[in-house]
């Protein structure tokens, strides 16, 4: 009973002896000697009401005492009967304390009593829900943490039986819808010149092909075209086919047609999104990529941006100019409707970037607008064909990124040559000023692209950007011909790309230098572009003789006193392909607090994916990389551990 309720009670008994007393004592006092007589009655009915309370209260107490030892019990019976597991530990994860379901259902029958779980389980530092694997099923574990009478710190765990929602959850996951197009990436090319009895033998080895790749699934496959197909399956049978790697493309590219032409396939994978709208989004930007990226390769969308397999194919040139020449004619309407034209490269620009630039501005200067070549003189690897142009058209043509960003309206336009990334661009503070974007580029479009564009002009199929820009130049409207300056501009960056016509090319890249040639290009003065100074060859001489080989790879290390040292890296890595059993070389060149690694292959081992391994990217034949806070020998060790993983 509470102090309160103890207190009211002995005044209500207070208040009755004054009530008995007082009219006792008051009919004394007027003379009446047998008037206390009255008061006891009330005396004896006073003790009785006071005894029966003390009595009430003595009951109480005995109830309550009992009460609190039946909960006590209850409450231990309820933890040992609770349907789920229930263990005290003390700081150390010692078990000291557990009930019957813990120590039957989840401990299979062990005495746990001073068994740690921390040499078992790895708890969460916050007290937090945490999922955990034991023995085969899925319990959701939740703590509480207090200190006993001692101070140590004691902690309780109840343990909840999770399986079934896990096994319904992922069931959920497997189950959910995915969307993956399939692209024939030269189904024109190769049934165009071929007899019928072969078409219809591709058409069924394609159809025989798309079968098999969704027979095992409980999915679904539509032709939505010639060379495009469209399956939705369930995301267990997706998680299959990637663990797979996507045999898919092997199967295509074991296909030949005639004996001459070899089938691919472009991949695009759309799961995770809400609906089957959101899925087919994300294939169609997938596919977008793969096919960017030069085709034969599936690319998947992930929230860390995408996952490629595949890839290992030179891309197939298209033969078809009904895309270049729409292109065309949209750009050449984007630089009329401008009052001025910017053209910019990538940092550090070389022939196929600058003279990229200068062959467009020679189109652009017939069309009656003002352009300006933006490019730092100071940095790039083409001071030889920026002199050239100065001493032929002057050396108003030319404008630095500081000077190009004061001078750029909000009704110019920025044309920027032979780079996609907003990381690679000359001057991004640029870019983010300009409201028209032109981008043309030929590298494997990368996951970080410039975005922010009217048109974006890509064919990862091309030697160069300069072969692009010849062949814009055909369907350009212009006054009169190109000057022979410009057309030695674009010559020598399709010879720089294509290592003077040996490598990624073409039926359109000779085309585009038999285009040149009628501009009256001349190719002793391209060829003089690329004369190097006698310290620059022993240089590379040294840097050649100085390679170790590492099976089918050769690596060497640049000193970081070279002349030109960005040229001459990359010339080596050309050069160290010379050895025999080499198929792809590597030089590394410390500049500007960075690792520059550069590169070089004949295609039989695509260097581009070695080159993302380590945050770079480039061609399937010629790529690079930069890494940060590390030595020569770290990236060297970097490299030979992405190389290793090749192999295996």
Sequence with gaps: MKPKV??????????????VLLPSALLYWRGDPFGFLYCIPGAVIICIGISMLLYSQRNQLNYIAKLDESCENAKVSALQQLPMGFCVIDSKGVVVEYNQYF????????????????????????????????NGRFYQLFRTSYQDPSGDQVHTVF??????????????????????????????DMIQSIKERSRLAAGVSIEQLMEHFVENTTGILRRLKNDRFIAILERKHIDRIISDKFQILDEARSITVEGRNTLTLSIGVGLGGATLQECEELARQSLDMALGRGGDQAAIKTENGFKFFGGVSQ?????????????AGKIQQHIMDSRAVYLMGHRYGDLDSIGGCCGLAGAIRLMGKTVRVVCDPKKNMSQQLISLVQKEVGAGLFITPEQAVDAFTDDSLLIIVDTHSPDLIESPELYEKAKYVVVIDHHRKKENYLQKVLEFYHDPNSSSAC?????????????????PIYADCLLSGIT????????????????????????????IRVRNLFAGSIEAYRSRTQIVSNAEIYGRFAISEVPADTPSVRLVASQAADEMLGISGVDAAFTLCEMNDMINISARSYGTVNVQLIMEALGGGGHQSMAAAQLRDCTVEEAKEELLGVLKTLED
């Design 6 to 19: 103890n207190a009211r009670i002995w005044l209500l008994a207070f208040l009755l002896v004054l009530a």
């Design 159 to 188: 343990w909840q039986d999770q399986t079934d929602l896990e096994v319904l959850r992922q069931e959920h996951k497997d189950s959910r819808p995915c969307v993956v197009l399939l692209v024939v990436d030269n189904y024109e």
């Design 103 to 134: 120590q039957e259902a989840i401990m299979g029958g062990d005495d746990m009593f001073g068994v740690s779980l921390y040499d078992r389980i790895q708890f969460k530092t916050a007290l937090e829900p945490q999922l955990i694997l034991w």
């Design 315 to 327: 891309g197939v040139e298209r033969k078809y100019r009904v895309k270049v020449r729409a292109t």
């Design 496 to 523: 720089l790309d294509t290592k003077n016509f040996v490598m990624r090319t073409g039926v359109h890249t000779f085309e585009a230098a038999a285009y040149l040639r009628s501009l009256n290009a001349d190719t």
């Design 467 to 483: 072969e692009m820009i010849t062949e814009l130049l055909q369907y350009f409207k212009l006054s009169d011909k190109v000057k």
